[in-house]
């Protein structure tokens, strides 16, 4: 790979740099879209096989999950080439083919970066780890053990146990927020980050649009390597890691989230600046001040350009006051700053387990938080299975694949029963995701809610996606405008999205019993299109269980 190569082309004045801002991302968890040649591991090809059903959501881009060559001790998430594809996906030519029929459709192109640590066989730790005097040897994050032999200081993984791993070789030990085999790299060595920037230019100049960047706020650890502070127990939360996790027992001041961070998001940002309309979404994982953490990394415009933070992706279930606190607390200290909202993912339980499965009607909850969620200020991820209402799939020990379900087992099972293969036709073998033994079984239940059987059918959930997001593109108030929140109470939550001239209010019941919610006495037009039927008269929007009602204000 050559070191800092240049811009391809001086940006467009004609081309929308804003695109991200309201944009709804797909993600694509590529084990588990489509086997395309019968191993029963999903691959690019089998992506780019069904990419007209990714289009045909109405959504602006993909997300891909890690396809990088890797020995998969972490699924993808440990790299040991970031310029090459590992071969259980396919080669660069089926990425750039990815790319290429993605424009064709109208789809951003956003990868995933994993900056923060590499495999334990890549070339540099291999490298790093020989000595303490190559050219490498700062390229990682080593320490000396105390006098006693033990670890440089309490600082904890979060995949279990201390995050220091003794090395025979450097009679050291070196930093590794998650698994053993994925050491931290260096950010303070000026030298780390060039290379990654140069890593992200490859990828800039083989077309993708943007990138999604894997635990951003690990990038830095404090060098004087403080113990980090007990966090008392009435503070600990689960947003980050399992409540059976001892890592949420530490207030984790100095292994992340460090300001020494910005000034590397700023070159990276610089970096992006160069090309037409790239733009980078930052993972957050910091249960106490997360949405700290994203105000700062997304401010004036010269970091990365949005964030997630784990507010809605954690066990607790959301509710009509937990959405208004959140996006009223973003909207002060994040003033300027923009998040992308996410429900589920490939790190959690599905929300059709972890959310509806105690609702009386879980199809029609799933409804009409997915249209809350569409309806917020920021952009969206919507991971793949969720547009057909999959459940979290239970699996015997037998069948994990996770490093961190088999460490934490039961209590936790760990990230398998969310990337379990989507499901494309209920008559086929293994729903016709591959041909093959699938690397996770396919669950039974999931197959009655396949592509095939939902598809053309009004009522389903996957209908109502399509419908909804096509409600969404409609309105532009609904992707960029600001928010206001209207006074309601209970299960209700209420607000209005403003962008140029368009004024929509957005109204959502989410309990199972009719509710009312007075949105004052303005000239409000109902909407068509969405597929709700609340309904107003001269007084308060009605609303039945589950129910939403949109209206613009004239």
Known sequence: ?????????????????????????????????????????????????????????GVDAIWISPFFKSPMKDFGYDVSDYCDVDPMFGTLADFDALVAEAHRLG?????????SHTADIHPWFKESRSSRNNPKADWYVWADAKPDGTPPNNWLSIFGGSAWQWDTSRQQYYMH??????????????????????????????????????????????????DNPPLPPEERNDQTAPAVNPYNYQDHLYDKSRPENLGFLERFRALLDEYPAQAAVG???DSQRGLEVVAAYTADSKRVHMCYSFDFLAPEKISAAKVRAVLEAFGRVASDGWSCWAFSNHDVMRVASRWAANEADPAAYLKVISALLMSLRGSVCIYQGEELGLGEAELKFEDLQDPYGIRFWPEFKGRDGCRTPMVWDAAAKNGGFSTAKPWLPVPGKHLSQAV????????????HYRRFLAFRRQHPALAKGDIDFIESDGDTVAFTRREGNERIVCAFNLGSKPAEVDLGKGALQPLPGHGFSGQTGSGPVRLGGYGAWFGRID
Do not use: C
């Not at 789809?107 to 900056?115: A, P, T, W």
């Open 107 to 115: 789809l951003k192109v956003m990868i995933d970066e994993v900056l």
């Open 177 to 226: 927020n998650f698994l053993a085999e994925q050491p931290d790299l260096n950010f303070h060595n000026k030298e780390v980050q060039d290379a990654l920037l140069d890593i992200t230019r490859f990828w800039l100049e083989r077309g993708v649009d943007g990138f999604r960047l894997d635990t951003i706020n690990f990038y830095f650890h404090s060098q004087g390597l403080e």
């Open 452 to 463: 095939n059987v939902q598809q053309g059918d009004a009522s389903s959930l996957l209908e």
């Open 283 to 285: 993972e957050v994982g």
């Open 1 to 57: 790979m050559q070191s800092a190569l240049k811009a391809t082309s001086q940006p467009d004045p004609a081309v929308d740099r804003d695109w991200w801002r309201g944009a709804v991302i797909y993600q694509i968890y590529p084990r588990s879209y489509q086997d395309s040649n019968g191993d029963g591991i999903g691959d690019l090809k089998g992506i780019v096989q069904r990419l007209p059903y990714v289009a045909s959501l």
